[in-house]
């Protein structure tokens, strides 16, 4: 983090607080370990990870003031399967997004501080099955590993 002092919000947002850093998490995550299926299992590692892009991207518009509320016709799950093009967009995407978020939540307005507050609950739970997910793959990274 960039922020000498992030606020509780900052922290929920990209982890570090209640949860493991967003980058530890996805430290060395490929394409392979996340389109796995796992037995049992309606989604894979992609498909959380493109979730997660999706409903952050959308949350970021409305808390910017780039869009006035949640699309319509968003789907927030993939219809197909992933390719590993699609995997890599919203991987990127996802990252490119945690500093919007941070800046965002340095000193939001209420209406910003909602949908963030709401952004950060929704993504923790994800963020949950991303840890999961690799635990049972055997790959979660060491904390403080870093992407």
């Known amino acids: ?85 699609d995997f890599t967009a919203a991987l990127a995407d996802l990252l490119a997004g945690l500093p919007e978020a941070q800046a965002l939540a340095r000193d939001p307005s209420s209406r910003a501080r909602d949908v963030l507050t709401d952004l950060a609950v929704h993504s923790a739970y994800h963020w949950g099955q991303v840890a999961l997910l690799r635990r049972l793959n055997g790959t979660l990274p060491a904390a403080g590993a870093g992407a």
Do not use: Y
């Open 1 to 85: 983090m960039t922020d000498p002092h992030p606020t509780l919000l900052q922290l929920s947002l990209l982890g570090g607080a209640s949860f493991r850093e967003v980058t530890d998490l996805l430290g060395d995550l490929s394409w392979a370990e996340a389109s796995a299926p796992h037995a049992g299992l309606p989604r894979t590692l992609a498909d959380v990870i493109w979730h997660l892009s999706v409903t952050q991207r959308a949350s970021l518009n409305i808390a910017s003031g780039r869009a006035d509320g949640w699309p319509d016709d968003l789907n927030v799950w993939p219809a197909a399967p992933l390719t590993e093009p």
